[in-house]
């Protein structure tokens, strides 16, 4: 079976594995994590990040948090007051967006990790820049399109190479946009209680796309859809 989850912003990684437990994900099926591991709650994603390291089933997306953290990836390395000090004007304003947008959380979780596992946080910044910014897949005879942030400036004749990082990563669709007819396009990023509140805390369903993000940093839950009957769980 093959799942898709996405905006995690700093869950509880044992949450997330006795979620995963509990509606069957197991060593044979796969899940797509859309970007935003990072940033916002709790460790910021560090513990997250560190396990997905070594599980050969599991994929994450770029997502403009991780886009941010990568910006400042000196800082997870080394954020000691001197380091600071050095910094030019464009990266302290560069750091100030990201720790503006929640980066605190993950600087403190990757603080820690120096403290007991400082040779994982160069493999998770690695792993981390090799991130695909989106992924075709094809489930039971249907195609998937795997984004962050669906497709800004869309048109079915852009080939998907052909666009940008932050239309990938920064797009907020409407609820009138229309992607692919024959491909069903997974993104998260917008909640999607701002679509109404109506939608608070459920994933959201077109035609021709489908947004997962149900606002984890805000109401303590994780949506996951499993693209091979589109069932959904929330854990």
Known sequence: MIFAASDLHGFPL????????????GETDFLYILGDVVDRHGDGGA??????????NVQLLMGNHEQMMLSCADMLLDATPR??????RESLRTFLHWSDNGGTATLNGFAALRETD????PRILAYVSR?????????????????HAGLGNFSPEKPIESYTADELLWNRPSLAD???DNVMTVFGHTPTIMYGMQYAGKIIRTGTWCDIDVNTAAH????????????????
């Open 220 to 235: 303590d839950q994780i949506a996951v859809l499993r693209l091979d009957d589109m069932k959904e769980f929330y854990i």
């Open 178 to 180: 229309e992607y692919f």
């Open 131 to 147: 991130a695909p910014y989106y992924v075709v897949t094809r489930v039971r005879g249907r195609d998937f399109l795997l984004t």
């Open 14 to 25: 044992v949450r997330f594995l006795n979620g995963l437990k509990a509606i069957g994900f």
């Open 47 to 56: 513990a997250m990040l560190r396990w997905m390291t070594v599980q050969r």
């Open 83 to 88: 380091r600071v000090k050095q910094m030019s």
């Open 118 to 121: 400082p040779d994982s946080i």
